[in-house]
C-alpha cells in the first residue's frame, strides 16, 4: 500500500481533471485540499473563491484572510492543519470583468465528496471543522442548523467526529461592524472550541 502522502497526490491528480459534474466549465482548475497528510484537523470550507481559483491554493483569498486571523487569535498554526472545501471548482457567474460567488447545489456536493471521501480517507483526522452550511451538510450527510449545532463535537457521516462554525465569508458580508467583531469573536471560539475538542481525542486515543 502507498504512504499516504503519495496517495493524496494521486488523489490530486485524478481531481484535476474531472468532469463529474459541469463546474469544471468556468473554473481556471481545481483547487484541492492542502496540508500535513496526518494532520489532527481537518477544515472545510465551501468551494473555491475567484482568487483561489486562479491561484489554485484553498483560502488565500478575503476569506482566508479571515481564517487565517481567527486561527492565530485560537492558537492553530495554519501549517499543521488540513485546509480543503467540499466542492472542489469555483462556481460562478460572469458579471461584467467581475465572477460572482454561486452557491453550488445539492447535486454539485454530492458529486464532489467523491474527493472530500478520499481526503478524509487518507488524512484521517481526529475532528472535521466544517465551515458553513454547505460543508457541514456535505459532511453530516443530513441537514444542519448551524446556530444550534455550533461549537460542540456532533457525529458526521460514518460516525466521525466533526464540529460545524460559520464561513468566514459571512463575516465578510455583514455591513455593521459591531456584528463583524461580534462574528469573528464567536469564530474564534469554535475554533478554539476544536482545538480542545482535538487535544481531548488526542488524549484518549
Ligand atoms: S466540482 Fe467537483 S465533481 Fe464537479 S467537476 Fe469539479 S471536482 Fe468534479
Known sequence: MAAPAT?????AKEAASCTLCPLYRNATQ?????GPVKAALMIVG???GDQEDLAGHPFVGPAGKILDRAMAEAGLDRQKVYLTNAVKHFKNEPRGKKRLHKKP?????EVCRVWLRQEIEVVRPQLLLA???TAAVALAG???VLSKERGKVIAFADGQPGMVTVHPSSILRMPEQEARHAAFAALVADLKAAVKAVAKQAAAA
Request: no cysteine.
Open 142 to 144: 443530513r441537514s444542519v
Open 46 to 48: 465551501e468551494q473555491p
Open 105 to 109: 447545489n445539492r447535486y454539485e456536493v
Open 131 to 133: 465551515l458553513g452550511v
Open 7 to 11: 496517495l493524496l497526490k494521486a488523489v
Open 30 to 34: 481545481t483547487v484541492f485540499g492542502e
